[in-house]
């Protein structure tokens, strides 16, 4: 596959950005100077800085940090608009994607990896966490690099220039079986499996990351009807011996909590809970049809939750109780998943949006806290707590929001947070900072001068 040189966290050359407004710890401030260093983070956040000084590059709009997308799986982008024809369930989804996962090579995933990473990027989105389960060739035999799929991922962030957390995933059922004993792989998840826990395990300890710092790894289990009960320590032990972030698909379908139910008489969460696989590193990835235990259970273990609003609706799963699980303890991050759209503000309005819905109440969350749902909570549970704040001694990671777009103009500039969340798209992304580094400047990407024209090649080629 090609590879480039460049790295979000290679040190760059010192610098400084003029904001006209800065989003910082919740309030919005006019004229913020942030300085950067040669270790990528930044230096500096003056205040009242009235005119760009020189040799700052001025951000016109809202400066944010940058977006967390807490949930990706990159391969589902070739999945737009192919499973809107017609009618269909989860399930009718479900096998559409294994054609498509059948499909790539690490070639095809790498180029269509970094055309995902840059449309990330175009969004504001500076770090990733890529939810990876399809690890080897197809009918499951291992490629002469047994991580070559992990490893074309790595390399797409890279040259994509943002961060990633690389969340190796075990997969090794088709189901629950007799007595949560597991069913064996079906044919199109062959290349998912690593037969065991502990041959998962050793796979995933030669993953490398690169040089430069960009990329992290982690763990998941993808779901309890995917890795038998008796297989989950192995997967939590190798997070906990690594201090990394372990994720964990969670209750997305009922007919997964019924299945659970018959097989082993709880409820998936409590299933987790049993074997020790909830924590303050662990992150359930969608948590739509839970019990109030269940909820209980997430929140005292400081489980953190990551909701995926436009996937969750696009495929009718539910409204997770989203409110429930932050008063609970749960912190909340937001996803695109299945990259039905790549926009983290519409996640963070459509997760206030959808409860109005469900409860024809206003107000579930401010624009504060739905903003650090999208960085800060996110970055936290990819294992990057260093990013997510325009601090000093924080990485120089933010995102600037266009304030004069025919969807943002209009409010005064007290209310820009309020205009990003419930008004701006990712289309009113305007500038992207990644490690110091302007990556996205006025709108277009730095690395991939054409971002469109990468995804249709990359898509096309898979169909």
Not at 149 to 155: K, S, Y
């Amino acid at each position: 596959m090609p590879m480039t040189t460049v790295s979000t966290g290679d040190p760059g050359p010192r610098g400084a950005y003029w904001c006209q407004y800065a989003w910082l710890n919740g309030t919005v401030e006019p004229g913020v100077l942030l300085e950067t260093g040669d270790d990528a983070r930044i230096t500096a956040v003056r205040t009242g800085v009235g005119a760009p000084p020189q040799g700052a590059e001025p951000l016109r709009g809202l400066t944010l940090p940058g977006f967390a997308n807490a949930h990706s799986h990159a391969f589902h982008r070739a999945l737009r608009g192919a499973v809107q024809v017609g009618s269909g369930t989860f399930w009718t989804w479900r096998e559409i994607m294994y054609q498509v996962a059948g499909r790539l090579t690490p070639d095809s995933a790498y180029a269509l990896g970094r055309a995902v990473y840059a449309e990330m990027a175009l969004a504001g989105i500076t770090c990733v966490g890529e939810f990876h389960y399809l690890h080897h060739a197809p009918g499951g035999g291992p490629y002469d690099d047994p991580n070559a799929m992990g490893h074309a991922l790595i390399a797409a962030a890279a040259d994509a220039g943002i961060r990633i957390t690389l969340l190796d995933t075990a997969y090794l059922a088709s189901g629950f079986g007799r007595r949560g004993r597991g069913e064996p792989p079906g044919r199109q998840q062959l290349r998912f499996s690593d037969g065991s826990a502990a041959a998962w395990a050793e796979r995933a300890s030669a993953l490398r990351t690169g040089e430069g710092g960009h990329a992290r790894t982690g763990a998941a289990i993808h779901s309890v009807r995917a890795v038998p009960a008796r297989e989950l320590a192995p997967v939590v032990e190798w997070a906990q011996a690594r201090s990394a972030p372990l994720h964990v698909h969670l209750s997305e379908q009922t007919a997964e909590n019924d299945a659970c139910h018959e097989a082993h008489g709880c409820t998936p969460t409590r299933l987790l809970a049993d074997h020790g696989v909830l924590g303050r590193r662990t992150t359930a990835v969608h948590a739509t049809h839970l019990t109030d235990e269940d909820v209980e259970l997430l929140g005292r273990a400081s489980t953190g939750v990551c909701m995926c609003p436009t996937t969750e609706r696009d495929l009718a799963d539910g409204i997770g109780p989203a409110p429930r699980l932050e008063r609970a303890g749960a912190a909340l991050s937001l996803g695109s998943d299945s990259h039905a759209v790549v926009d983290l503000l519409e996640e963070a309005r459509a997760l206030e949006l959808d409860e109005r819905l469900r409860t024809r109440a206003r107000g579930h969350w401010t624009a504060a806290q739905l903003l650090r749902a999208a960085t800060e909570n996110g970055h936290a549970a990819l294992g990057w707590p260093e990013a997510g704040r325009l601090e000093t001694g924080m990485l120089a990671d933010f995102t600037t929001v266009a304030l004069d777009s025919v969807r943002t103009v209009g409010p005064p500039p007290r209310m820009a947070a309020e205009a990003a969340v419930f008004a701006a798209t990712s289309a009113d992304v305007r500038h992207t900072v990644v490690g110091g580094r302007h990556l996205v400047r006025d709108g277009h990407h730095t690395l991939v001068p054409d971002v469109a024209g990468s995804l249709a090649e990359a898509v096309g080629a898979l169909y």
